[in-house]
């Protein structure tokens, strides 16, 4: 009887809100009555599925079938989630109660209740949700023929305008900008890479545009030292000439971080990271760029490049990959730069190393020459080869502006004072224009050096002479370096253009770009390419 007398209401409810006297079919069911009814003009339709309830359960329970504007969407969430429940248990039949029952009508919201209405008004939802599905993807497919066509027709004048290749060191400070990437191979590995591609800068009919090698040379991995950023390979003075000389050489440029940055290369902690992000970036970015003349797919050489710490982690990557070549594979090099080094005695290797030793070091030289004696004599083919540096260099009154003669801050004049700082505060002799002692010693009167130079003292200089101060950057980095750095890399960056100098000058422990040449002569001899 209680059944009927709701049905007989909800009847009565639709056949006065639908003008059309459209039919509602009923399901009658020994547990409640599902009834269709229309909502707003422009939005889905709800069923009311009726659900048995007791009395606490109905003090618990919302029925809203038209939500208030103010909460609109709080209420249509709630009482989405209570016509799930209620219709589980209408599906399911858990919804007789043992003893007295009571009817709580409960708006449904989910899939199998769902209508857009009857008549003008259903036909009206129909075209709302049309429209809503169809305009954004024909923007969006207007735009990406748009971006084609454009690319198109870049391409069109690449090939039939007469083409000028333009240096691109000229016009100031050279722009060794560079990409950071988050790599992951889910679920256990990431680690933050530094990505600079080689890139030309060519003129079309007056206009530059930057071109990039889709197949390059090959790839140099570079892994930093202790104490440094591995971004610091793209503002400090050694760093730079050996970015700029192997990008010249068409390689692609590649850093890793370490697990602790500003630490040393922790073999447990970093090893495994470093295989499976190489492997990673090799399968994303490199794959399918290289072609044979035959058609075939073919990895460009890939080299590798550590400095102190970053030397002793790139000998033990060799000796792992020399154990277990497949689980490395791609990620294999060709050939290694090792500076500043001694390897261990345990680890063997066979993948060409040169190695590039301090003049001032005699430790390292020695234990360097013996490995070297050692592999030519068992295996010969001048597989490992040295490369000593000229030993300690004077600082003139020109250092610094021959160091950074692409960057218009540091004249001539300005690298004359900072000559006579280092010379009026005992750092380098007045009559010999050497360095007096270990520059790593008198790290406080460098310091002060460093900060009377730094940005925020050359802006207020720029200011008195009506010099724009967003123009004064740290020495050797370009304002789109800068715009990439973090806040702790451009602090780095104000300081290490003058340590790194006399550190090399000193000719004992510190990442050197002399002989690097030679380096990538070494690793065109040993060239390698892996096939796809």
Same mark, same amino acid.
């Given at each position: 009887?209680?059944?009927?007398?709701?049905?007989?209401?909800?009847?009565?409810?639709?056949?006065?809100? *639908? +003008?059309?006297?459209?039919?509602?079919?009923?399901?009658?069911?020994?547990?409640?009555?599902?009834? $269709?009814?229309? =909502?707003?003009?422009?939005?889905?339709?709800?069923?009311?599925?009726?659900?048995?309830?007791?009395?606490?359960?109905?003090?618990? $329970?919302?029925?809203?079938?038209?939500?208030?504007?103010?909460?609109?969407?709080?209420?249509?969430?709630?009482?989405?989630?209570?016509?799930?429940?209620?219709? =589980?248990?209408?599906?399911?039949?858990?919804?007789?109660?043992?003893?007295?029952?009571?009817?709580?009508?409960?708006?449904?919201?989910?899939?199998?209740? !769902?209508?857009?209405?009857?008549?003008?008004?259903?036909?009206? %939802?129909?075209?709302?949700?049309?429209?809503?599905?169809?305009?954004?993807?024909?923007?969006?497919?207007?735009?990406?023929?748009?971006?084609?066509?454009?690319?198109?027709?870049?391409?069109?004048?690449?090939?039939?305008?007469?083409?000028?290749?333009?240096?691109?060191?000229?016009?100031?400070?050279?722009? =060794?900008?560079?990409?950071?990437?988050?790599?992951?191979?889910?679920?256990?590995?990431?680690?933050?890479?530094? @990505?600079?591609?080689?890139?030309?800068?060519?003129?079309? *009919?007056?206009?530059?545009?930057?071109?990039?090698?889709?197949?390059?040379?090959?790839? &140099?991995?570079?892994?930093?030292?202790?104490?440094?950023?591995?971004?610091?390979?793209?503002?400090?003075?050694?760093?730079?000439?050996?970015?700029?000389?192997?990008?010249?050489?068409?390689?692609?440029?590649?850093?890793?971080?370490?697990?602790?940055? !500003?630490?040393?290369?922790?073999?447990?902690?970093?090893?495994?990271?470093?295989?499976?992000?190489?492997?990673?970036?090799?399968?994303? $970015?490199?794959?399918?760029?290289?072609?044979?003349?035959?058609?075939?797919?073919?990895?460009?050489?890939?080299?590798?490049?550590?400095?102190?710490?970053?030397?002793?982690?790139?000998?033990?990557?060799?000796?792992?990959?020399?154990?277990?070549?497949?689980?490395?594979?791609?990620?294999?090099?060709?050939?290694?730069?090792?500076?500043?080094?001694?390897?261990?005695?345990?680890?063997?290797?066979?993948?060409?190393?040169?190695?590039?030793?301090?003049?001032?070091?005699?430790?390292?030289?020695?234990?360097?020459?013996?490995?070297?004696?050692?592999?030519?004599?068992?295996?010969?083919?001048?597989?490992?080869?040295?490369?000593?540096?000229?030993?300690?260099?004077?600082?003139?009154?020109?250092?610094?502006?021959?160091?950074?003669?692409?960057?218009?801050?540091?004249?001539?004049?300005?690298?004359? *004072?900072?000559?006579?700082? =280092?010379?009026?505060?005992?750092?380098?002799?007045?009559?010999? %224009?050497?360095?007096?002692?270990?520059?790593?010693?008198?790290?406080?009167?460098?310091?002060?050096?460093?900060?009377?130079?730094?940005?925020?003292?050359?802006?207020?200089?720029?200011?008195?002479?009506?010099?724009?101060?967003?123009?004064?950057?740290?020495?050797?980095?370009?304002?789109? &370096?800068?715009?990439?750095?973090?806040?702790?890399?451009?602090? *780095?960056? +104000?300081?290490?253009?003058?340590?790194?100098? @006399?550190?090399?000058?000193?000719?004992?422990?510190?990442?050197?770009?002399?002989?690097?040449?030679?380096?990538?002569?070494?690793?065109?001899?040993?060239?390698?390419?892996?096939?796809?």
């Amino acid at each position: 009887m209680q059944e009927a007398n709701i049905a007989q209401t909800a009847l009565a409810r639709i056949l006065k809100d *639908d +003008e059309e006297n459209a039919t509602n079919d009923s399901n009658n069911s020994s547990t409640g009555i599902a009834n $269709r009814r229309n =909502l707003a003009p422009s939005s889905f339709a709800s069923a009311n599925i009726t659900a048995t309830a007791t009395e606490g359960d109905k003090k618990d $329970r919302i029925s809203m079938a038209y939500p208030s504007a103010p909460h609109q969407w709080i209420n249509s969430s709630i009482n989405t989630c209570y016509s799930i429940v209620s219709y =589980l248990e209408h599906k399911f039949g858990l919804d007789t109660p043992p003893s007295k029952i009571d009817v709580d009508e409960v708006p449904c919201y989910i899939l199998p209740c !769902l209508t857009c209405g009857r008549g003008e008004r259903g036909r009206s %939802n129909i075209k709302t949700i049309i429209s809503l599905i169809f305009v954004p993807f024909f923007l969006l497919f207007f735009f990406l023929l748009d971006d084609i066509g454009r690319v198109m027709m870049r391409n069109m004048r690449l090939r039939n305008s007469h083409v000028k290749y333009i240096p691109p060191q000229l016009g100031g400070v050279k722009n =060794l900008h560079f990409r950071r990437h988050v790599m992951r191979d889910w679920p256990s590995y990431s680690r933050e890479v530094l @990505l600079r591609y080689p890139e030309l800068t060519v003129s079309i *009919d007056g206009q530059e545009l930057e071109a990039r090698m889709n197949c390059p040379r090959g790839v &140099l991995y570079l892994f930093h030292g202790c104490h440094r950023y591995a971004a610091s390979f793209f503002y400090s003075p050694q760093g730079r000439q050996i970015v700029s000389m192997a990008n010249d050489a068409g390689l692609i440029i590649v850093v890793f971080t370490k697990e602790s940055e !500003l630490g040393c290369w922790d073999w447990d902690k970093d090893w495994e990271t470093i295989r499976q992000i190489g492997k990673k970036f090799i399968k994303g $970015r490199i794959q399918g760029s290289c072609f044979a003349p035959d058609g075939s797919h073919f990895y460009p050489p890939m080299y590798a490049f550590g400095a102190s710490s970053g030397g002793a982690f790139i000998v033990n990557l060799a000796a792992k990959m020399k154990e277990d070549k497949e689980s490395f594979g791609p990620f294999l090099f060709s050939a290694m730069n090792v500076q500043i080094m001694a390897p261990p005695e345990n680890l063997e290797w066979d993948i060409p190393t040169v190695f590039t030793v301090m003049n001032g070091d005699e430790r390292t030289k020695q234990m360097v020459q013996q490995r070297v004696t050692a592999v030519e004599e068992t295996m010969g083919n001048g597989l490992f080869k040295m490369i000593v540096t000229s030993g300690r260099k004077r600082v003139s009154l020109g250092h610094f502006a021959q160091v950074f003669e692409d960057d218009p801050q540091m004249t001539s004049v300005l690298s004359s *004072d900072i000559y006579q700082d =280092l010379t009026q505060l005992g750092v380098v002799g007045f009559a010999s %224009n050497q360095l007096v002692a270990n520059p790593r010693f008198s790290n406080d009167v460098i310091a002060s050096i460093s900060q009377k130079y730094d940005v925020e003292a050359r802006k207020e200089i720029a200011k008195s002479n009506n010099v724009d101060p967003e123009e004064v950057t740290p020495f050797g980095a370009s304002k789109r &370096l800068i715009g990439g750095l973090t806040p702790e890399e451009v602090n *780095d960056a +104000e300081s290490i253009w003058l340590i790194e100098e @006399l550190n090399v000058a000193w000719d004992e422990h510190e990442i050197t770009s002399e002989g690097f040449g030679s380096v990538l002569n070494f690793f065109v001899e040993h060239s390698g390419f892996q096939q796809q």
